[in-house]
């Protein structure tokens, strides 16, 4: 786990840094990507889509098309 999510676990506050790449609006993970995966590990895309309050369908297309972007990268 990143440092910054360390620090809001020894705390028990959630992330104030909107800016911070590893941000998220999940106040039930410190509002923080790393504390989310250190907690429950993967999940599935249904999880993703009731957490963000969109579909499944919507999840995958995100995926897809990140996906897509990292494989131009390479």
């Known amino acids: 786990m990143i440092e910054c999510a ?3 676990c020894d ?10 790449r590893s941000w998220i609006d999940y106040e039930e993970d410190l509002n923080c990507v790393n ?4 907690k429950h590990g993967e ?3 249904k999880d993703v889509a009731e957490r963000l309050g969109i579909t499944a369908a ?13 494989k ?3």
Do not use: G, N, W
């Open 35 to 38: 504390v989310a995966i250190d």
């Open 72 to 74: 131009k990268l390479v």
């Open 11 to 20: 705390l028990e506050v959630s992330c104030p840094v909107q800016d911070c």
């Open 43 to 45: 999940m599935k895309l």
């Open 6 to 8: 360390r620090v809001c």
């Open 58 to 70: 919507r999840v995958q297309q995100i995926e897809k098309a990140t996906l897509t972007k990292m």
